[in-house]
């Protein structure tokens, strides 16, 4: 590995919250209704996941309850839809229910986050 894991969890977080942020104020329009900001938030959990590809198993096997396989597979759905043909409702799951769930897990790991991202 060319990269430590904590650069990694690093950039995880980085792209969780660009994904928060991003999507904050859409309560209940699309996100569709944007084409930038599906976009933005596409690009940013196909890098997240490809980043959490790269975290070593010692850090993956302390969170047996995230399911990496499928943030890896859910990588390739991503990438290789070239026809955008990605259900919403699959990506607001995501945004919704397991971004939150991956952010507690990340911050285990980095207890210090406030600090590491204003520096």
């Not at 980085?14 to 933005?40: F, G, H, P």
């Not at 799951?93 to 210090?112: H, T």
Request: proline share 4%.
């Amino acid at each position: 590995m060319s990269k430590q894991p904590l650069l990694y969890l690093v950039y995880i977080m980085e792209c969780i919250e660009r994904v928060e942020i991003y999507t904050n104020d859409l309560q209940n329009e699309s996100l569709l209704s944007d084409r930038k900001t599906y976009d933005a938030v596409l690009r940013n959990l196909q890098t997240l996941a490809e980043a959490s590809q790269r975290l070593p198993a010692e850090i993956k096997s302390k969170y047996p309850n995230i399911r990496w396989r499928d943030i890896s597979g859910f990588r390739n759905v991503l990438v290789h839809d070239y026809l955008g043909d990605i259900d919403e409702a699959i990506i607001m799951n995501v945004i919704q229910d397991k971004l939150p769930e991956l952010k507690q897990a990340i911050l285990q790991f980095l207890p210090n986050w406030n600090q590491i991202k204003n520096q």
